[in-house]
């Protein structure tokens, strides 16, 4: 089936504004993750979602990042009174879900460019 | 703590000469996972391996191979006969296995930027 999708691919946006950043994981899986990417460097863990609940957001840098995943599929992530340092890649991958002593391999979104002017 | 260090930032080659990208790991978990991605100059991170650490099998698939050393704490990545089409950013990855339900996020290094001339 279709992968990862992320929308938009490309947000421009001033200083102080509200943006939102949508992904849709590949069908049937469970556990969603977003990770941040500035320039030349890895991805950084945001948060991670398991069905509907946030099951880790040890990542998320301050009380201006927030995400949602109401109905355990599409997740949001929220940012609020955005500032310069924010701009980054936002990238969102997700995987099937197993219990028990296992990782499952993360499958990654084409990613949202943020650009705080 | 958990950490991955590529100690190359960039490497070029030339068309069809062999290439080996370094991955070195830190971490105090006895069960953990590596993983390799691609990352074009589209952006988009592409899923290459896998490897759990009970596994130390080395593994080839193409022109593709990788070197697993739990006794170096390394997992290098070998290309052979480098192709154009192979010019990329490369992360190497691990997480730690989940317990009770929760996963491991990965945590990634810095990259090597691969340029393969013609």
């Known amino acids: 089936g279709a992968g990862v999708s992320q929308t938009p691919s490309n947000k421009v946006t001033e200083k102080g504004k509200y943006v939102e950043l949508r992904c849709d994981p590949i069908s049937g899986h469970t556990a969603l993750y977003w990770y941040r990417q500035s320039l030349g460097q890895g991805p950084e863990f945001l948060i991670y979602f398991q069905g509907t609940g946030a099951a880790d957001d040890s990542g998320l840098p301050n009380d201006r990042f927030f995400a949602v995943r109401p109905e355990g599929s599409v997740s949001t992530l929220k940012i609020q009174r955005t500032e310069r340092g924010d701009s980054a890649v936002y990238l969102c991958?997700?995987?099937?879900?197993?219990?028990?002593?296992?990782?499952?391999?993360?499958?990654f979104g084409p990613g949202t460019r943020l650009t705080v002017l | 703590a958990q950490k991955v260090t590529q100690a190359q930032t960039e490497i070029s080659v030339v068309e069809k000469e062999d290439v080996t990208l370094d991955c070195v790991y830190e971490t105090r978990d006895t069960t953990y996972y590596l993983f390799w991605y691609k990352q074009p100059p589209s952006g988009e991170l592409v899923f290459l391996i896998r490897?759990?650490?009970?596994?130390?099998q080395n593994e080839i698939s193409g022109r593709y191979s990788w070197n697993f050393q739990k006794s170096t704490s390394s997992f290098n990545f070998t290309i052979t006969a480098s192709q154009v089409v192979d010019s990329a950013v490369y992360f190497c990855a691990l997480s730690e296995a989940g317990y009770g339900g929760s996963q491991g996020n990965l945590i990634f290094g810095k990259g090597t930027k691969l340029s393969v001339k013609p």
């Open positions: 991958a997700s995987s099937l879900y197993s219990r028990g002593l296992s990782t499952d391999t993360q499958y």
């Open positions: 490897r759990n650490s009970f596994d130390e």
